[in-house]
Structures are given as C-alpha cells and as structure tokens.
C-alpha cells in the first residue's frame, strides 16, 4: 500500500490549476501520512467533477491506512471501472482479506472468463472508439472495393471479424460498468432478508466490505446477489453503490 500515483496522466485533465495544485497537495499529506487530510483533498477533485483510475485508486490506499476497508475497497472497485489494472488488482485483493465475509464465487465456464478477461484489457472508451475505427475502416474499404478496381476479400473479412469483436467487447463493457448495478456493504452488519420487509426471514448476514450486485429496488429495501449465488432484500442505507 506504500505506492501512490503521484502524477497525473494525459486522459485526466483538471479544468484549473487549483485542481492540479490540490492534486499535487494530496499527494504531499499522503506521503506525511496525513491520511484524513488527503482523502479530504483528493474528495474536493471529486467534488468538482473529475474522476479517474489513478484517483480513485489514491483514495482506495488512504482509505485502507485508515483501517476504513468498506471505502478502500469501494475505491479500489471504481478505480477499476475505469480499466483492469494490476496493482489495484492486488491492493483490493489485500483489503478483502481483512473483511468478515469470506464469499466462494460460484464456478464460471472457461469461455466467459477469458470473456470477462478480455472485456477488462480497456475500459468503456476505449472499446468504443476502437469500435468506431474499425466500423469507420471497414465501411472505407467496402466503397474502395465497390468503386475501383482495388479487390481484398482477405482485409475486407479481417475487418469485419476485428469490428463484431470490437462490439461485442463495447456492449459487454458498457453493461458491466453501466448497467450492471453493484454495491458495497458499508454498515457492520447486515441482516438479509427473504422480502423487503423486517417481518420476514432472516436468511443470512452480510459485514462491511462485502460486495453485492443489486437486482432491483422497492422503496427502501434493495434486492441483492452475492457472489455465491445467494439473494435477498437489505434496506436501502447498509450500501454504497458504485
């Protein structure tokens, strides 16, 4: 947890040089060990409208020092939104063997891991713009085709296979970081219940930084899946969406 991102990439552009300068602050206090006063830094640039990986990935280890694991690995999550990454990979992975909750995932076949796998080697934005390069070139190589006397059956066929698999990774990346709809438990501990109401059964019991995909929501209750296939209805306070 000692690494920091200490400079900012070129995706991430701050509107002023007050961002950039608290940036920089942040940075300052995190390496002075003035966590709180970091994460207090770091969450104005939130405030104003700007995000990124290396961002969120800041707050997850300031968080993490501070022993709050629920928003260290909430951070770490979002972090991730925006595109797979080792150590954030390994910094999440530390702060959830710190949480209660030790939830086995149910098996998935081999073809939608490498699936998953594939999907997280860019984030949304980029698949799309790759999607729109090779929809763009392949349209452009059907009109020279069509208009001269130039023929590539063998670039036309690459092309059409590189812009199906292009979208294919756009949708799939879109539904998991926009529509799919994931949550972190940030109360101590949760009771799960079999109907959005506290007259019902009590099934199980989730701890804070465990994390939960949310099926659908009915008032204040959240209907929710773990990892292990396990769904009931927590109130809609015990989580964080991310």
């Not at 947890?1 to 206090?29: C, D, H, R, V, Y």
């Not at 954030?88 to 098996?107: M, V």
């Not at 698999?165 to 949550?183: A, D, I, W």
Request: charged share 15%.
């Amino acid at each position: 947890m000692k690494k920091l991102i200490f400079i900012l990439p070129l995706f991430f552009t701050l509107n002023s040089s007050a961002g950039e300068q608290l940036f920089l602050q942040a940075n300052s206090e995190y390496a002075n060990e003035n966590y709180s006063t970091a994460i207090f830094l770091y969450d104005s640039i939130l405030a104003n409208g700007l995000e990124s990986a290396e961002l969120y990935y800041n707050l997850g280890n300031c968080h993490y020092k501070t022993q709050n694991l629920a928003n260290s690995i909430w951070h770490y999550e979002k972090s991730l939104q925006f595109g797979k990454k080792e150590k954030t990979t390994h910094n999440l992975a530390l702060a959830r063997l710190k949480i209660i909750d030790r939830i086995e995932p149910l098996p998935q076949l081999f073809y939608k891991k490498w699936r998953i796998s594939l999907t997280q080697v860019f984030n949304t934005k980029i698949w799309q713009t790759l999607a729109l390069i090779f929809v763009l070139l392949f349209f452009l190589l059907k009109l020279i085709t069509q208009f001269t006397t130039l023929k590539n059956k063998l670039l036309l066929q690459v092309l059409s296979v590189l812009t199906l698999m292009s979208l294919f990774f756009t949708h799939s990346s879109y539904t998991q970081n926009f529509v799919k709809k994931e949550g972190i438990i940030f109360t101590s501990t949760v009771i799960v219940n079999s109907a959005p109401t506290s007259n019902s059964t009590n099934l199980f019991s989730l701890h804070s930084g465990s994390k939960v995909v949310i099926i659908d929501e009915i008032g204040d209750w959240i209907n929710i899946r773990i990892a292990n296939g396990n769904s009931g209805w927590i109130t809609q306070n015990s989580i964080k969406e991310l």
